[in-house]
């Protein structure tokens, strides 16, 4: 029986069987996913299992050397085996089960992970500081920084500054204004920022419509990179909290469809705690950089 942790950015999940644990704790700004991993595990309940598939935000798409993921799942759970996987690799794997496409996992950061015939490409993945465009804190981040703006005068504000007052007025509560805490506002304003777009506030359209593209740019790279061509017909799912906005996810499609027409897009099959689980159950050896396996003694 595998257990299966999902750790991202904007919180955790824990699935063991039919025991669910979900937990606000994620890995924050410039946290090592090690560390984080570790707090979360402490914040739990006890459990056991033998074999641990750990889906981790924060590999930049190469999975570092796993022998202290390892021994953390040993001293927590007990494990002698532990799958540390790429956030990206997980959800393809979830959504997709194993056909040719695209996945293109939206939370916090951005990932993309395409396959096609054995062949995988990753894209993105890079951190908040130099890349995850158009996902959670891209959005949230430079929305409030806009909002800010009209507050100080720069600019004619047009109505973003009002649906942003919770947004600035916990800005203004923070102690240290670019620490993690900082971060998670931006990732938790992304949908104020969709919702704002929506409702018709020419800036937020601005960011979104932006965030939009950049994505779109992100899955076509993806699928190039897997040794796909502009006229395959390859599956695109696109998943994660700031697609649960249609309209975002319709001007992604758009974008993406004009560079390869025959693209098919569908429904994510799972995420990534599910791919996880897949992984911990049928991928049993290494496929490099997104996959690592470490192994415990059990003396």
């Known amino acids: 029986m595998v257990l299966s942790v999902d750790l991202g950015q904007s919180g955790s999940r824990i699935r063991l069987a039919e025991k669910n644990i979900t937990s606000a704790r994620g890995k924050l700004a410039g946290e090592d ?5 570790r707090t979360v595990f402490e914040s739990i309940e006890k459990l056991s299992a033998d074999t641990v598939a750990l889906s981790c935000t924060g590999f930049n798409g190469v999975v570092p050397d796993v022998s202290t993921y390892a021994l953390l799942c040993k001293e ?15 959800g393809f794997i979830g959504a997709l089960q194993g056909r040719s ?4 996992s939206i939370g916090g950061g951005v990932v993309s992970v395409g396959g096609k015939d054995g062949a995988f490409a990753h894209r993105d993945g890079l951190g908040s500081t130099f890349g ?3 996902g959670g804190f891209w959005l949230g981040k430079l929305a409030i920084t806009r909002a800010l703006a009209f507050r100080q005068g720069r600019g ?3 109505g973003l500054l009002e649906l942003f007052q919770r947004q600035v007025a916990a800005y203004d509560q923070l102690q240290i204004k670019n620490a993690a805490d900082a971060a998670t506002l931006a990732i ?4 104020t920022l969709l919702d704002a777009a929506d409702s018709n506030i020419a800036s937020a359209q601005e960011i979104r419509d932006r965030g939009a593209q950049l994505l779109a740019d992100t899955v076509i790279a993806t699928w190039l990179g897997a ?12 998943h994660g909290g700031p697609s649960s906005n249609q309209s975002y996810v319709t001007l992604i499609q758009g974008h993406i469809a004009k560079a390869l ?5 569908v429904e994510a099959l799972g995420d990534n705690l599910d791919g996880a689980t897949w992984i911990g159950e049928n991928m049993l050896n290494d496929s490099p950089p997104l996959l690592r396996w470490g192994r415990v003694n059990i003396n």
Request: aromatic fraction near 6%.
């Open 76 to 90: 927590f759970f007990g494990a002698t085996k532990v799958a540390v996987i790429d956030d990206g690799l997980a």
């Open 188 to 191: 938790n304003s992304a949908k």
């Open 132 to 134: 995850d465009e158009g």
């Open 101 to 104: 496409g695209v996945v293109l």
């Open 33 to 37: 996913p090690l560390l984080a991993l």
């Open 156 to 158: 004619k504000d047009d």
């Open 227 to 238: 040794k796909g061509a502009t006229s395959d017909a390859p599956l695109i799912a696109i």
């Open 261 to 265: 027409p025959q693209a098919k897009f």
